[in-house]
């Protein structure tokens, strides 16, 4: 893996700098409504500023090698560095972290979820911001996994304090599901480590050195890094906590988990399990493959059994994500390649869709889809960005669900070599009635929210989009017409980073 080592500090600082807004928070008085807000939006601010300085420094004629590297001792007793950077694939998802605090903060100015405690609130955001970025920067195995268990602890507080009434029952469940999986994911983490001679966790080193681990153990290395993982995906049958969490977290959690918390399962994968171990990944892609379409029918059958909107749309994630592990699980780069597009498209959408779910329920004080519809004639603006997201979520072309869904669906036609393609075909069949499914849950859900007529008469004061709500939205909605008009605007970033990390299987 080539490396270019420059501006090393930047990426510490894009990570890091939400820790001084905390910082700042702490300090500033709780009752100082007014001031929390401007601390928290600054901080995202001037983050997201670092982010555009990133990518405008970025050598995209090199966007396969890792860029902005910084390595020293952390800890020497472990073996273990503090070694950052980013590559095509890393830095799409990194800015996504940024942009989506930043609207999320935005959003929240005028939406704070009650019981109101905007400190907190705003502090456990920031902490959660630290954790993704720096799980999509690590190169190193335990950096890594401080990291993705940094997220755990804010999510769980934001779901448990700030939920529904089922807030306790869906926090503890996400937090036991996801501690299990990391659990076996360190197990993985220190096998892997002593088996390719206890020198390094640094990821590079293990690309160079796992391919030589006895192919037996692999799979069973596999084995403990794809369960924490998929917990994290979720892939079916790791999926359960999910649904729960979504419906029961505020907007802001629900956006978070969606646009970023899931996708740090999918990167773990590409990143991490399939380049060191991959005799292993040759052996497990099959079952991936297959798990990942049960999860597409499965959770497009879940959507249309729901009554609940927010509960339909956190359905449609099991699906989604299908698609990209299905992409992730032929191990060429045409289907990689699609399954990053996929994770930041899946994010741009669904994370747009948690929000107009939040702006529902804050106007009809219901999230039943029954006593829902109407809403193009009360709340046309609102009414039609649903039906733009509805329309991107189903793939249609020309928006950025398109690019993330069918690339993966056509990747499954030539799997890498060593794969079965009789399988992966029957595959491709499955996952192309997904589509079917997911173009009946979504159109359905549209025409009962949105025709019709208004239901019950306490609405009156259903108001359209808000000024805040505008500000929050409109870099999501430009980013979902732009990538679908524009593909290669992401797929030329990418495309470099994949075919470095896919080398072991002719990438």
Known sequence: MQMIRDNNWVLSVGTFLPMLGVLVLLITPKANEAAIK?????????????????????????????QFVAQTDWIPVIKSTYFIGVDGISLPLYLLSMVVTLLVVIYSLDHIPSPGNPKAFFVLML???????GTFIAQDLILFFVFFELVLLPMYFMIGVWGGEQRQYASLKFFLYTM????????????????????????????ENGAGIAKNVQVWIFAGMFIGFAVKVPMFPFHTWLPDAHTQAPTQGSVILAAILLKLGTYGFVRIAIPTLPDAAIEW?????????????????????????????????????????????????????????GMVAHGLITGMLFFIAGSVKERYHTLEISKLGGMLTQAPQLGWILGLCSMASLGLPGLAGFWGEFPAILSAYNPADG???????TYMVIAALGTVFAAAYLLWLYQRTAFGTPKGHDHHDVHDVNTYEWVAWMPLLIAIVAFGVAPNLLFSIIDPAVQETLRAFGG
């Not at 600054?42 to 090199?62: C, E, P, R, W, Y």
């Not at 994911?185 to 020198?199: H, N, Q, R, S, W």
């Not at 794969?419 to 075909?425: A, E, I, K, M």
């Open 127 to 133: 902490i959660l911001q630290t954790g993704m970025a």
């Open 38 to 66: 401007m601390v928290a939006l600054l901080t995202s601010i001037a983050t997201v500023l670092v982010g555009v300085f990133t990518l405008v420094n970025f050598d995209f004629d090199q966007a396969g090698s890792m």
């Open 419 to 425: 794969l079965n393609v009789t399988v992966f075909r």
């Open 180 to 207: 299990f999986g990391s659990a076996l994911m360190l197990v993985a983490f220190l096998a892997i480590f002593f088996k390719t001679g206890a020198e390094s966790f640094a990821i590079p080193y293990l690309v």
């Open 285 to 341: 892609a099959p079952w991936i493959g297959g798990l990942a379409v049960i999860g597409i029918i499965y959770g497009a059958l879940g959507c249309l059994a729901q009554t609940d909107m927010k509960r339909l749309i956190a359905f449609s994630s099991v699906a989604h994500m299908g698609f990209v592990m299905l992409g992730i699980s032929t191990l060429t780069p045409f289907g990689v390649n699609a399954a990053v597009f």
